[in-house]
């Protein structure tokens, strides 16, 4: 092999390592992903308890009005709550091992117990 083949070469395989780790980092570049898939946003809940849930990716902690929230191995999370009366709002935050950060903040109306129908003599 001549000298500029293993130039060449080396060239190569330096460029494929570079790529590969920049390949690997597109996570840690991109950061925490969270998205609530319930409650949506402006929802109206009848229930005496409602129940949130969401997914997430590159995360270490959820938390929920600022209380922790445990996660599956699959990044989803669900937490049930006393559905207050009238506007409420939840915050959800998420954060990965790095201390990057990522929150979505959920409005809703609550009015527990509209749907009982409950007729005393």
């Known amino acids: 092999m001549s000298k500029r083949s293993i130039n060449l070469l080396a060239l190569i395989l330096l460029c ?7 390949f ?10 969270l998205t609530v898939t319930s409650p949506t946003n402006g929802t109206y809940i009848d229930d005496d308890i409602f129940e949130v849930s969401g997914t997430t990716e590159n995360v270490t902690h959820v938390y929920l009005n600022g209380k922790p929230v ?11 709550l006393t559905t207050p009366e009238g506007y409420g709002t939840l915050l959800v935050e998420a954060e990965n091992r790095f201390g990057h950060h990522r929150e979505e903040r ?3 109306f609550g009015a527990p117990g509209n749907n009982q129908e409950a007729f005393t003599s």
Do not use: D, H, N, W
Request: charged share 15%; hydrophobic share 30%; aromatic share 12%.
């Open 16 to 22: 494929c390592t570079a790529g590969y780790g920049f």
């Open 24 to 33: 690997q980092a597109r996570t840690l570049m991109r950061g925490p992903v």
């Open 70 to 80: 445990p996660l599956t191995t699959k990044g989803t999370f669900t937490e049930t």
């Open 106 to 108: 959920i409005e809703f």
